[in-house]
């Protein structure tokens, strides 16, 4: 590696874990998935393992970004950083991620959100390279948002999740929505298992005539258009297993995004018109493990000396 050091990674999913090693240009070394499971030091201890294996394999590693589902603790001066909130994931309510890591790696440990990762990721290797403002929404087992605002991620006493956003609906629209808490949220309309407690089948399952997706996409430009009015990002980029398995959503979120917004804030004048603004992301389904390394290499570079930093 000519001495470039060794940055490590985990994304931790709902139902699978994806650990990777790679380098500060997002080259992947090694990478492997672990289930996710409900006992949390069980797969704490699994995801610790499969580093130690990577570092006998490539050598020690310098730094460890982890890209989680949420919510998460994200102020640093908190007791509880780093530490997942009242989460739906059984047995992982109150699991103190930065705190079983950090005394292997101290200061040189990043934790955030999954979307949050991917985000980052997006900024440093993707679709979102130059921009210093943009939001990244991941539509799969649940609605989230990584939004960046002056080139650094939005959180304030938490992280935002805009897929808990209310929707106006469509005329004649009245089932009650998924989510346990809101009902018909953005999340309770659009996400995975919403899709699929509505219609009876998953997602990936469904052509792209299937009236359900007027309503999915009516949803995600309702989302669109909350983003538009109270940050003005630069590009919006919709990605997620939803959105992967199922690309003409795009489309439809442009049309109705347009709908939505009636003329006001002339969206259409953004460089490359609605198509560049409403996109996918570049880095695909990668954009979420790689999210992890854009961590670490975060992490890294706020631990190092100034000397130190390239």
């Known amino acids: 590696m000519g001495g470039e050091p060794l940055l490590c990674g985990v994304e931790l999913g709902g139902t699978k874990c994806v650990c990777l090693a790679g380098t ?36 020690p590693c310098a730094a460890l970004g982890i890209a989680s589902f949420g919510p998460l603790e994200l102020r640093r001066d908190a007791a509880d950083y780093g530490r997942i909130g009242v989460t ?27 979307v949050i990762g991917a985000a980052l990721a997006e900024a440093r290797w993707g679709a979102a390279r130059g921009l210093t403002d943009f939001a990244y929404v991941t539509v799969g087992t649940g609605v989230g948002v990584g939004l960046v605002v002056a080139a650094r991620p939005v959180h304030g006493w938490h992280h935002p999740e805009l897929g808990h956003v209310r929707v106006q ?27 699929e407690a509505r219609v ?14 007027e309503q999915v996409a009516h949803a995600l430009a309702q989302l669109a258009h909350t983003l538009v ?13 939803v959105m992967s398995a199922q690309p003409h959503l795009l489309a439809r979120i442009r049309a109705r995004l347009r709908l939505s917004l009636n003329g006001y804030m002339a969206i259409e004048q953004v460089p490359g018109g609605l198509e560049a603004y409403i996109a996918p992301p570049g880095l695909g389904t990668r954009a979420g493990p790689l999210g992890a390394l854009a961590l670490a290499a975060d992490a890294l570079a706020a631990a190092a000396p100034p000397q130190e930093q390239a």
């Open 24 to 59: 500060r240009d997002g080259s992947v070394l090694a990478q492997a998935a672990l289930p996710t499971g409900s006992e949390p030091l069980v797969t704490l201890q699994r995801i610790a393992d499969q580093l130690r294996d990577f570092a006998a394999m490539h050598g």
């Open 229 to 241: 009015v109270a940050t003005a990002p630069q590009r919006i980029l919709f990605g997620g297993g």
């Open 200 to 213: 009876g089948a998953p997602p990936a399952s469904l052509g792209a005539d299937h009236p359900v997706w």
């Open 88 to 114: 739906t994931k059984p047995g992982w309510s109150g699991c103190d991620l930065a705190g079983f890591f950090a005394t292997r790696y101290g200061a040189r440990l990043g934790v955030s959100t999954d």
């Open 169 to 195: 609906r469509l005329s004649g629209d009245a089932w009650p929505g998924n989510c346990r808490f809101h009902g018909d949220c953005v999340e309770g309309l659009a996400a995975g298992p919403a899709i």
